[in-house]
């Protein structure tokens, strides 16, 4: 009788976000961990039974970071990088990674991306009736990702 065991899924709940060797924080929400090939259809003449289905260009959308605030400057001070009076007209693109970790802070599972940068940073909705946790969010555009360690 073997003793191998299937690892248990890992949690959504606990994951950081890296970006040119910085770990950014902890966040309360990522999206946009996707990849689509587009398909491009060919119909051959005297083939009717079906069409041809090649594979096209790969399409990465942008990645969404949600975090709760905190007196760290480091997810505004990323997007900075690459806008405003500190944008000299050459885009720094960085390499980073997304990592899920288990309940002890172990990798579990880790998406390197490369080629990003921010594009979008939006702070909190604050309303003085609301008892919601004050959230800002960033938008990064990327080349694509691996899994790995």
């Known amino acids: 009788m073997t003793t191998d065991r299937t690892p248990d899924p890992?949690?959504?709940?606990?994951?950081e976000f890296s970006v040119g060797g910085v770990t950014i924080g902890t966040f309360t929400e990522v999206s946009g961990l996707s990849v689509e090939v587009s398909v491009e259809e060919v119909a051959e003449g005297g083939q009717n039974q079906f069409v041809h289905k090649l594979p096209g260009?790969?399409?990465?959308?942008n990645i969404v970071l949600k975090a709760g605030v905190t007196s760290?400057?480091?997810?505004?001070a990323w997007l900075s990088k690459s806008s405003g009076d500190r944008f000299d007209g050459k885009l720094e693109r960085e390499t980073?990674?997304?990592?899920?970790?288990?309940?002890?802070?172990?990798?579990?599972?880790r998406w390197n991306f490369a080629g990003a940068f921010a594009v979008r940073w939006s702070g909190p909705t604050l309303a003085a009736a609301s008892s919601d946790l004050a959230v800002e969010?960033?938008?990064?555009?990327?080349?694509g990702f691996t899994t790995g360690g």
């Open 10 to 15: 890992a949690h959504a709940n606990r994951f």
């Open 57 to 61: 260009p790969m399409k990465w959308p």
């Open 72 to 76: 760290a400057d480091d997810l505004f």
């Open 96 to 109: 980073g990674h997304i990592a899920v970790c288990d309940p002890a802070g172990n990798v579990v599972r």
């Open 137 to 143: 969010e960033l938008e990064i555009a990327h080349h």
